[in-house]
C-alpha cells in the first residue's frame, strides 16, 4: 500500500512539472512572439518636443487604453516614429487605431441619415473648433465629400469619463460625460433638433448617425450602433487621452517574409 501511494505521489509530481513545462514555454512562446511595427510620419519634419509628444500619447493609448505592456514607441527620424507591438492576432488593428489622430465630433447631417465609413469634412461656426476644418455650415452635396458642421467638438468631453458598456442586447456602447459647457450645447441644440440626424465622425468618417428622438440634457450621453468591443475600445481611448497632437500617416514594415497591412478597427 505504501509503494502505491509513493507511485501516485510521484505520478502526481511528473504531472505537476510537466504541466508547468507547457505553461513556460507558452509564456516563453508568447515572450518571443514577432513584432508587427508600423512606422508613422508627419508631412514635414517636427521639432524633438512635438515628435515626442505624439510618441507619449501613442505609448498610453497602447499600454493603458488597449492593454499592450510590451508596446514600444520610439522616434526613427525627425518626422517618423516606430510602433511595434507583440504579434498578436489583433496587432495590426490594434496598432492602426492607436496611431490615428483620434479626434471625435458630433456633426449636423439634417434629415439625412449618413452610412457608417461615409467620408465627410467637418465645419465650425467659429474658427479653430476642430482640426483642418473649414468654416461653414452642414453641405451635404457638397463634392467630394458632404460637410457637416460641428456642433460638439471633442473639447467639451470630460477627459476620463469614457467607459464600455452594452445596450440591452449585450451590444458594446461607449458613455462618456460632457464638461459643463457641453451639456448646456448639447441640450440646446438637441431641444431645438428633434427628428434630425447627428453624426459621430471620427477622423473625417461617420461611426454611426442616430436620431435625436428627444431632448438630451443630462451630464452622461453615449454611443452605439458599435461593431465590436474593439471598436467600442478604440473610442473610449480617443476620448479619455485626446487626440494626437500632429496627425501622422502610416509606412509599414514587419517580420521577414512579409509586410502586414494595417486594417481599421
Not at 63 to 82: K, M, W
Not at 102 to 108: E, L, M, N, S
Not at 191 to 211: E, G, M, N, W, Y
Request: proline share 8%.
Amino acid at each position: 500500500m505504501k509503494r502505491l501511494r509513493a507511485l501516485g505521489i510521484l505520478a502526481a509530481i511528473a504531472q505537476i512539472t510537466a504541466s508547468a513545462g507547457r505553461s513556460g514555454t507558452a509564456h516563453a512562446s508568447a515572450a518571443q512572439a514577432p513584432l508587427v511595427t508600423a512606422i508613422v510620419c508627419a508631412r514635414t519634419p517636427l521639432t524633438a518636443a512635438q515628435l515626442n509628444a505624439d510618441a507619449r500619447l501613442i505609448q498610453v493609448r497602447l499600454t493603458v487604453g488597449f492593454g499592450i505592456a510590451r508596446a514600444r514607441v520610439t522616434p526613427s527620424s525627425v518626422r517618423c516614429l516606430r510602433v511595434s507591438v507583440p504579434g498578436t492576432p489583433r496587432a495590426k488593428k490594434i496598432a492602426h487605431a492607436a496611431t490615428q489622430q483620434g479626434y471625435i465630433a458630433v456633426a449636423a447631417s439634417g434629415t439625412v441619415s449618413l452610412a457608417p465609413g461615409t467620408h465627410v469634412r467637418l465645419a465650425c461656426g467659429r474658427p479653430g473648433c476642430a482640426p483642418g476644418a473649414t468654416a461653414g455650415k452642414t453641405r451635404m452635396h457638397a463634392t467630394p465629400h458632404p460637410v457637416l458642421r460641428v456642433v460638439l467638438p471633442g473639447s467639451v468631453v470630460a477627459r476620463g469619463t469614457a467607459r464600455i458598456g452594452f445596450d440591452s442586447q449585450g451590444h458594446p456602447t461607449v458613455v462618456y460625460a460632457l464638461t459643463p459647457l457641453g451639456s448646456r450645447l448639447w441640450c440646446r441644440y438637441t431641444r431645438r433638433h428633434v427628428s434630425r440626424f447627428v453624426a459621430i465622425v471620427v477622423d473625417d468618417r461617420v461611426l454611426s448617425d442616430p436620431l435625436i428622438a428627444s431632448a438630451i440634457c443630462g451630464t452622461e450621453s453615449q454611443i452605439a450602433g458599435l461593431s465590436s468591443a474593439l471598436q467600442a475600445t478604440r473610442i473610449v481611448t480617443y476620448l479619455n487621452f485626446g487626440p494626437l497632437p500632429i496627425p501622422l500617416h502610416p509606412r509599414l514594415s514587419g517580420p521577414p517574409g512579409g509586410m502586414p497591412a494595417l486594417t481599421p478597427v
